[in-house]
C-alpha cells in the first residue's frame, strides 16, 4: 500500500515539475499577442499558399507534403510604439536563445537580419522558424509548421522557390499587406 502511494506521490510532483515550467516558448508568445494591437497575426494552411506544383520531382513533392501551416506574428514599428518594439524584440530574442532552437542560418546584422532556426531532430524537423529584424520597420517571426520536415529538401524547396520553379500563391498573404497598409494609414 505505501509503495502504491510513494508512486503516486512521485507522478504527481512529476506532473508538478512539468506543468510549471516557466520557460518561455515562441507558441506562448505567440498566444499571448494574439490580440495585442501591436502584433499582426496570421495564421495560413499550406493548401493555400502552395499552388499547383505537379512538375516537381517525387522528393520536392514530399518535401512539400511534410508542410502543413505557416503561422506570422509580425510587429510593424509605428510613431508611437518603439519602446514597446524594443521590449517586444528583446523578448523574441530571449525565446531563441533556448537550446531547443537549432540555428540553420543567419545573415544580415543585430539591427537588421534574418534567422532560420528549427526546433525537432536534424532529419524529422517538426518546425521551422524565420525570425527577420529591422530596426527601423519592426520584425516578423513566421512558423512553417510539419510534421518529418527533411531541412536539406527544404532547403532545396526554398532555392526552387527562389527561382520561380514552385508554385506559391503570394495573394494568401494579401492579409498581411492590408493590415500594413491599414496601420500605415493611421499613423
Known sequence: MKSIQKILL???????????NTEPSLQKYYVEKQNDANFIVIDVPASLFLGSNS??????????????????????????NQEIFEKEKENVDQIFTQKKYKLLFRMGSVAKGVRLMYLGEEDAIDEFILYGVHNEKGFAVARIL?????????????????????DVNMSAFDQLDDILEDKDSVQ
Open 55 to 80: 512538375t516537381l520531382s517525387e522528393e520536392q513533392q514530399t518535401a512539400l507534403k511534410s508542410i502543413e501551416k505557416a503561422n506570422v506574428l509580425a510587429f510593424p514599428i509605428s510613431g508611437d
Open 146 to 166: 510539419g510534421d518529418d520536415m527533411n531541412p536539406g529538401a527544404i532547403m532545396k524547396l526554398m532555392k526552387s522557390a527562389g527561382e520561380g520553379d514552385i
Open 10 to 20: 512521485m507522478c504527481l510532483l512529476a506532473f508538478a515539475a512539468i506543468a510549471c
